[in-house]
């Protein structure tokens, strides 16, 4: 079966850095995302990884190495804010979308 | 601000009623789909439209029943539910035709507690 694993919850102080790592087992790979959900809100868009390596975007990075299934979002400088859930999300090789549970990101003062 | 409205955002209703959860998209996007999110699950995929074709329906019961009659319009009909159908229920789009090849534009969803 295809699987995405991930942290349930993690926490955080504010102004620190947090790694949420998302490893995957799929029937092939297309490429992944990685969303932010707040509470009560809709998920939004962070990054898109098809290749190996960094990607970088102010505070937040992507990370993927697919021969290890395995990708990280790094969060930098951490804020209140950055209080949500992180979904991390794999295209397999029939361009289905397979998610992971979420990590709940708790932000503390 | 997503581009993606939802409608209600939250509704209660018992086994034997019937309601609908509207999608709109102002986007011009191609494809639009339903998830149905429960607490510390992943999101499940329900159904998907692209150009107002049903593409996909993943094992859905018939107690769902979708309709897309146009591009910027979707719809989920319920009937019949059961109290394991609480959830939020997300409504998503994306520009290609082509199903899962560039992000998903979510919704706010609308909740939903079947008493």
């Known amino acids: 079966g295809q699987n995405i694993d991930q942290p349930t919850e993690m926490t955080a102080t504010e102004g620190a850095i947090v790694q949420i790592n998302c490893t995957y087992q799929t029937s092939g790979f297309n490429g992944l995302f990685w969303y932010q959900q707040h509470a009560g809100e809709a998920p939004t868009f962070l990054s898109y990884?098809?290749l190996d390596g960094l990607e970088e975007k102010g505070r937040f990075s992507s990370f993927l190495s697919r021969s290890k299934g395995y990708s990280y979002l790094l969060l930098k400088e951490l804020q209140m804010k950055d209080s949500a859930s992180y979904l991390c999300a794999v295209i397999d090789s029939n361009y289905q979308l397979i998610w992971g549970a979420g990590t709940k990101l708790i932000i503390k003062p | 601000e997503t581009g993606v409205t939802q409608t209600p955002r939250h509704l209660v209703m018992g086994m034997t009623n019937k309601k609908s959860l509207k999608c709109e998209q102002h986007l011009g996007h191609n494809a639009m789909y339903w998830y149905k999110q429960s607490a510390k699950k992943p999101l499940e995929l329900m159904f998907v439209y692209s150009l107002e074709e049903r593409v996909e329906n993943n094992s859905v019961p018939s107690r769902f029943s979708p309709e897309c009659p146009n591009s910027s319009h979707l719809f989920l009909h319920l009937h019949t539910l059961q109290p394991e159908d609480s959830a939020l229920y997300l409504c998503?789009?994306?520009?290609?035709?082509?199903?899962?090849?560039?992000?998903?534009?979510f919704g706010e969803g609308s909740r939903l507690t079947v008493l």
């Open positions: 998503a789009s994306s520009q290609g035709a082509d199903l899962n090849t560039g992000e998903l534009f």
């Open positions: 990884n098809v």
